[in-house]
């Protein structure tokens, strides 16, 4: 079993930064896929960015590209989603989340490709 869990979420003004971490802990067998999805009230959980775990290559949402980044620090078992340049309508609770299923490209926009989910940390853009 592995566990997730999220932090850095916060309340932060509309051109900030901010950087969310996302921690693994428990089976350590590295997963295939990793991802992050955040989900606004009232809305469905939406994909943000993710990838492989192994090659590092990633993928992003058009509303995040070029904004947001996704890291990974292997020594601390963590991965990492920088956020610049914010909107208010990045308001929302933000997820990270692993797969250990093979990789498909199309597939990891999709939240059922995921095993692992943490519980999500809340971040507030105000305008």
């Known amino acids: 079993q592995v566990q997730l869990a999220e932090s850095g979420g916060g309340l932060v003004q509309a051109g900030d930064s901010l950087r969310l971490s996302c921690a693994a802990s428990g089976r350590t067998s590295e997963p295939i896929g990793m991802g992050w999805f955040r989900q606004a009230p009232g809305r469905e959980r939406e994909f943000v960015g993710g990838?492989?775990?192994?090659?590092?290559?990633?993928i992003y949402a058009d509303s995040v590209k070029d904004r947001f980044t996704i890291s990974r620090d292997n020594a601390k078992n963590t991965v990492s989603l920088q956020m610049n340049v914010l909107k208010p309508e990045d308001t929302a609770v933000y997820y990270c989340?692993?797969?250990?299923?093979?990789?498909?490209?199309?597939?990891?926009?999709?939240?059922?490709?995921?095993?692992?989910w943490g519980q999500g940390t809340r971040v507030t853009v105000s305008s």
């Open positions: 990838g492989s775990w192994s090659s590092g290559v990633l």
């Open positions: 989340a692993t797969s250990t299923r093979p990789l498909l490209w199309d597939g990891l926009r999709a939240p059922g490709y995921y095993d692992y």
